[in-house]
């Protein structure tokens, strides 16, 4: 029988999972060295969909101390659902401090400087030497010598813009937003097709700033809209990327909606809302 691929990574959630990657890697805070390293490894943790870096004890710069019990960043949700098969998981707003897998909790110090609870030692016998280190807790992360933002890229994972002639209308509560034929689709691993419209074809009357910002390791720093209806605002409802990484540039200054909260018109087809993490 065959497989579908979909479904073996939706498997494999459950486990601790880790690649070894072949860049240099340095970790900076404060304008200091934490880490260099030419023999990192990239750690999921069980029902994680993103990795964090581990990093050879030996090449961990700073002072590694286990860590008091209450030290550690758990801020957000154990778990939240709309992952990969409809799968709960862990993602980056769940915090470093939710641990799945077996280990011990590490601090890191830096002269007087003190970063509890942001390096995990796995007990796992594969990863023995290693710390998994919390990718928000330090300034700068370097793969070579280019920055990265939020997260470590996965290899397994694609970002693949697309321009496209399909007719998208966007619409809320009986409101037209965007009506568009040029589209440019955005197909993501284990995420749901974008639509980025252009912003000729957005209703700019009922866009709104917003002061949220949020960083993808593939398409760089997003900035949001709140949308104004005639009876209430719904805040950060559109997006978009002034400056995107190298690799999405083709969505430059377009207009995304979350199809999540919004009603989408395809072809003339009306479709369900969007089940995801960001429902």
Same mark, same amino acid.
């Given at each position: ?13 459950? =486990? ?40 050879? %004890? ?24 709309? =992952?990969?098969?409809?799968?709960? %998981?862990?993602?980056?707003?769940? =915090? ?32 023995? =030497? ?55 689709? %955005? ?93």
């Amino acid at each position: 029988m065959a497989i579908r691929l979909a479904g073996q990574l939706t498997a494999a959630l459950d =486990g601790l999972r880790y690649e070894p990657v072949d860049k240099r890697i340095r970790v900076l805070h404060g304008g200091r060295r934490v880490a260099d390293t030419v023999g990192a490894v990239l750690v999921w943790e069980p029902h994680r969909v993103v990795p964090q870096y581990a990093v050879p %004890v030996a090449d961990v710069t700073a002072d590694l101390r286990v860590a008091g019990p209450d030290e550690g960043d758990r801020h957000g949700p154990a778990s939240v659902p709309g =992952g990969p098969g409809g799968r709960e %998981v862990l993602t980056p707003a769940t =915090g470093f401090g939710v641990h799945t897998a077996d280990g011990v909790v590490h601090s890191l110090h830096l002269g007087d400087d003190v970063l509890r609870g942001t390096a995990f030692r796995p007990a796992d016998p594969d990863l023995a =030497g290693y710390a998994v280190l919390d990718f928000a807790a330090f300034d700068t992360w370097l793969e070579e010598d280019e920055e990265i933002v939020s997260h470590p890229r996965d290899p397994f994972h694609r970002v693949d813009v697309r321009h496209s002639s399909r007719h998208v209308r966007i619409e809320l509560d009986g409101h037209v937003l965007a009506d568009s034929t040029r589209p440019s689709l %955005v197909f993501e691993t284990s995420l749901p097709v974008r639509y980025y419209l252009p912003a000729e074809d957005v209703d700019a009357s009922a866009l709104r700033p917003s002061t949220t910002t949020t960083a993808c390791a593939y398409k760089g720093v997003a900035s949001y809209r709140d949308v104004a209806l005639p009876d209430r605002t719904v805040p950060d409802l559109v997006w978009t990327y002034p400056a995107p990484l190298p690799d999405a540039v083709q969505v430059t200054d377009l207009l995304c909606f979350f199809t999540e909260r919004v009603d989408l018109v395809l072809d003339g087809v009306r479709h369900d809302r969007t089940t995801s993490m960001f429902s």
